[in-house]
């Protein structure tokens, strides 16, 4: 594996942004959180998360979320000052009641339990209840990395996504991340939604204004909806359109996968967690919107010594990288590869932000009162 040397970022930034530095736009984005009323200690959290995702190349779930949070804790619908407190704490499993904080905050929360349970259990596995949305999967499942431990953080989300052989939105995008840890970085880290492509992909090309490729997006009247992607933002939005699984709407590539696995996520998170499922699962603006999270981690010791798994998960990886290479492809990449060269590129150069998002953002800071010094490191504007 590559040390970084070279500068790569798996998004590529679309002219007109502004690079900028991840520590100044972290502070500004937490003290946004402090200005609506959230600790320093969960705006901080808060801000790690939207900041991590930008610097990881996810923008789809980077700052440009701010605005939709923001919302959500103007209207009442999101508690900023939670008591979120385990209601069932039962030898390796527990559950969090995250009594409608921000997502952001339930998960840390129940990832770090559910570390702690696995030290001592082996395994352990947390559910969140009466959440909201928490950004990045993978975000989470990298904490149990951190102890040497496998992690896995899925959640449900508002219900945005037709299931097999539908043209409604019922299922949520539900993303699954697993993370593994190895010798030397990057971890392994597979962090991917169950529909073809995030909400938040479609939100970022309405905000830059880019073309949706047909294959995304089913209307209700069973129409794939592709090209300008604020239409197709807003039939989404009205409930005309919804985001096809993964595999797509058809068997024959597999759709029925895609939703059945989105299916199994809304009855770990929801059914059995006591959050809501499918259509009961509300957005960020929406009171008790009682979204529903599952965190896990293994630890690793418990089934074989730490450095024997890091031996063989690095000739299970050393055999993947090996394969032949289509000639479709210029490299074979392992989940998580791409996501780290990003972060250690934009680390030492900065976080490209689309010059809309980043005005918006300037936009909600100075409504707040919050000084906007974000530090920019490079203009594109052409
Ligand atoms: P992507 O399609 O970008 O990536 C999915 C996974 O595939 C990543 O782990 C990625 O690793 C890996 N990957 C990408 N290309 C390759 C390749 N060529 N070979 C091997 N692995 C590869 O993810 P999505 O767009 O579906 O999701 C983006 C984010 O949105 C995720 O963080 C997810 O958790 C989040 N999300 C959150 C929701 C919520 O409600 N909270 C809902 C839906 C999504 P790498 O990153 O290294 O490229």
Known sequence: METGVALFEKEKPIPPYVR?????LKRVVRD????????GFDAEIVADVLVTADLM??????????ERYVAGIENGAVNVNPDMKFTIDYGAI???????????????????????????????LVLVKHSHHYGIAGYYALKAVEEGMIGLST???????????????????????????RRNPPPLLYDGALSIIPVGKIEVYSKTGREIPSGWVISRTGEILHGDARRVYEAIKSRE???????????????????????????????????AWGIHVGYTTVKNANVGHAFAAIDISKFMDLGLFYDRIEQLINEVKSLKKSPHVEKIWIPGEKAWLTMQTRLKIGIPIHLNIFRKLEE??????VLFDVEVLEERLT
């Open 241 to 275: 359109a919804a985001i096809l699984p993964l595999g797509g709407y058809l068997e024959e590539y597999g759709g029925h996968k895609g939703s059945g696995l989105a299916l199994i996520v809304e009855i770990i998170c929801g059914v059995l967690s006591g959050a």
């Open 155 to 181: 959640t449900n989300s508002e219900a945005l996504v037709a299931y097999i052989g539908s043209v409604e939105r019922y299922l949520g995008t539900n993303p699954i991340a697993f993370a593994a840890p």
């Open 94 to 124: 527990a559950l969090l009641d995250a009594d409608n904080g921000l997502g952001h905050i339930a998960g840390l929360k129940a990832m770090r339990m559910a570390i702690e349970k696995a030290r001592l259990h082996g395994v352990g």
């Open 57 to 66: 190349g996810i923008s789809s779930h980077g700052v440009q979320r701010v």
């Open 20 to 24: 900028v530095s991840a520590t100044s």
């Open 364 to 369: 909600i800071a100075r409504k707040h009162g």
């Open 32 to 39: 946004i959180f402090v200005s609506l009323g959230l600790s």
